[in-house]
């Protein structure tokens, strides 16, 4: 357990929905990042946030988007789902500075069908 | 824009055969560097990390890693792998002062054969 918790672990839906991922950081560390994980693309930086506020940005679709809320957890949220946006979306968290590297979760593993 | 180069996408080798995996990168400025390891159905798992100092830095398990500046490379080593380290293996890069993306390279599978 690497102290990072994603939810849900798996899911499954269908292309136009709407899902949440949810992500909470280990103890302490205020930044959360989003990465997709795609056999094509390997790991895209998606988003980050830093103590409730974004702080920089990569490849996420606008339709897509993300939150960190007053406890630090995050959401990140996948509207119109598309096939091609099936992939695993891992989060990762770090202290105040991130040079000692990410600590990242086990991922959802989403599947559009 | 930054990128990140791993050469390999698959590499078998037999249990006690020596280990070098190739990265290079792109970016000229001060990085910080990092190996990352997913063994099958887990997360991401942090290696080993070069910020300054000794350009060779050991991580867990046995592994460790180089950094020659003027080939813009961290190649990471084993000297002697075991069947446990069958897993995929990342690179990643951090620009220096007030970055704190990561970008990856996309990955080298280690098949280690008993």
């Known amino acids: 357990d690497s102290g990072v918790t994603q939810t849900p672990k798996h899911l499954i839906t269908a292309t136009g929905q709407r899902v949440t991922l949810r992500c909470s950081p280990r103890s302490g560390d205020l930044s959360v990042y989003w990465y997709q994980q795609s056999l094509d693309q390997g790991l895209q930086f998606l988003i980050q946030y830093y103590n409730g506020e974004e702080r920089a940005k990569g490849n996420i679709l606008e339709r897509f988007s993300a939150q960190q809320f007053p406890d630090l957890h995050s959401e990140l949220n996948l509207s119109s789902l598309e096939l091609g946006d099936s992939a695993l979306y891992f989060c990762?968290?770090?202290?105040?500075?991130?040079?000692?590297?990410?600590?990242f979760g086990s991922g959802t593993r989403l599947t559009v069908v | 824009a930054q990128s990140v180069s791993q050469h390999n996408h698959h590499v078998i080798l037999s249990e006690a055969a020596s280990l070098e995996l190739g990265c290079n990168y792109s970016y000229g400025g001060t990085v910080n560097l990092f190996w990352y390891v997913q063994y099958p159905g887990q997360h991401l798992q942090l290696l080993l990390k070069y910020f300054s100092g000794d350009p060779l830095v050991k991580g867990i398990k046995g592994f460790e890693a180089e950094f020659i500046k003027s080939k813009f490379s961290f190649n990471l080593r084993k000297p002697s792998v075991q069947w446990s380290d069958t897993a995929e293996y990342f690179c990643a890069v951090m620009k220096g002062a007030g970055s704190y993306q990561l970008t990856f390279g996309k990955g080298t599978k280690l098949s280690v054969i008993p």
């Open positions: 990762a968290s770090s202290p105040t500075t991130a040079n000692y590297g990410y600590t």
